[in-house]
């Protein structure tokens, strides 16, 4: 669904020079939830705006579905760590946004999102003002306005940052079974492990900056039904938490 080969990005000129990522490559498999976790300040935002086709890569290219992120435009959705959503516009609004840019019809576009409102526990709010809901409802309604446009793949970059930590077990849940009832493929940028753990088919680790792959792990503990806060205190999770912790902590040299 989509493929990174050799990524690299860099920035500036001599003294002023920063490499921030250096050929990461890897594979987005149809349905599937692939988190990125890496030591603070080591290009994971870099990475995501390459993926996102917001930042050209110095090297190497992002493909999705066989097209070049570049010209991928609608095949790629994203939400980001703040909902931003437009104060002065209700829920059914915002959630409308992005089919409003993209010219679709006002009748086509309102279906659309009341079907969504609806199925993900918002039916009653739809006329509400952002300001009224709490965050976890307003990262719902972020959701469903990057499902509006039907996405072939969803970006989440660290999204559930600005939540209280109840509020955060509950949306990975809750953003774990939209995604799958709506046969998305999707990526999570975090610096969690456990939510990375909790959400994702596999974890990729990048090294410190300059960002290379250094390990990629397969979750194997059941997908449907996943409970963020039960997880904790499963085996196979602490395992993959030690596991994954180790790769992180692992000094540079040994790379």
Excluded at 179 to 196: C, F, M, P, Q, Y
């Amino acid at each position: 669904m989509l493929k990174a080969e050799q990524v690299g990005a860099s920035f500036g000129s001599g003294k002023q020079f920063v490499e921030a990522i250096r050929d990461v490559s890897f594979e987005l498999r149809q349905g599937e939830t692939l988190a990125i976790v890496g030591p603070s300040g080591c290009g994971k935002s870099t990475l995501f705006n390459v993926i996102a086709g917001l930042l050209k890569p110095t090297r190497g290219h992002v493909e999705v579905a066989g097209i070049r992120v570049d010209d991928a435009a609608g095949h790629v959705g994203y939400m980001l760590q703040k909902d931003l959503l437009l104060p002065w516009r209700s829920v059914i609004d915002n959630v409308m946004l992005g089919l409003e840019v993209r010219g679709a019809a006002r009748q086509t576009s309102r279906d659309i999102a009341m079907k969504l409102i609806r199925a993900y526990g918002l039916n009653g709010f739809e006329n509400a003002k952002p300001a009224t809901l709490s965050g976890g409802m307003r990262q719902r309604v972020a959701i469903m306005r990057t499902l509006a446009f039907d996405p072939q793949v969803i970006l989440l970059d660290e999204p559930f940052s600005a939540l209280d930590f109840q509020t955060r077990l509950l949306l990975q849940a809750d953003v774990s079974r939209i995604i799958a009832e709506n046969g998305k493929s999707a990526i999570l940028v975090t610096h969690d492990i456990g939510e990375a753990i909790a959400m994702a088919d596999r974890v990729l680790v990048l090294s410190a900056r300059p960002a290379t792959v250094r390990a990629l792990h397969v979750i194997n503990l059941p997908k449907a039904g996943r409970d963020p806060v039960a997880l904790r205190t499963d085996a196979a999770f602490q395992a993959y938490f030690a596991k994954i912790w180790a790769d992180l902590e692992m000094p540079a040299a040994a790379t």
